[in-house]
């Protein structure tokens, strides 16, 4: 039973992992959108303006690459496992 919990618990945070990181996603996308719209509405290009979007792009791509749907290797592997699959994958 207590195995059972254990899945259950992990398959929830995996699916709350996936929520946040989607929500994310849409949060930066309107945030970026925002800010696009607030550069080119009055028609005047600031240094500043263009710096708070490729902040704003930056954390955007960093937020991309925190995503939850790429697996890290485990650490339980067996050594020879991830050796041979180096090896499969190197050209």
Same mark, same amino acid.
């Given at each position: 039973?207590?195995?059972?919990?254990?899945?259950?618990?992990?398959?929830?945070?995996?699916?709350?992992?996936?929520?946040?990181?989607?929500?994310?996603?849409?949060?930066? /996308?309107?945030? !970026?959108?925002?800010? =696009?719209?607030?550069?080119? &509405?009055?028609?005047? $290009? @600031?240094?500043?303006? /263009?710096?708070? !979007?490729?902040?704003? =792009?930056?954390?955007?791509? &960093?937020?991309?690459? $925190? @995503?939850?749907?790429?697996?890290?290797?485990?650490?339980?592997?067996?050594?020879?496992?991830?050796?041979?699959?180096?090896?499969?994958?190197?050209?």
């Amino acid at each position: 039973m207590n195995n059972q919990q254990n899945s259950e618990v992990s398959a929830f945070v995996l699916m709350l992992q996936k929520g946040i990181w989607l929500f994310g996603i849409l949060s930066w /996308i309107f945030g !970026l959108t925002d800010r =696009s719209i607030a550069l080119l &509405s009055d028609g005047y $290009l @600031s240094a500043i303006d /263009i710096v708070q !979007l490729f902040t704003a =792009s930056f954390f955007f791509v &960093s937020w991309l690459f $925190l @995503s939850p749907f790429i697996r890290v290797k485990s650490q339980s592997q067996p050594q020879g496992e991830t050796i041979r699959q180096k090896v499969e994958v190197s050209p």
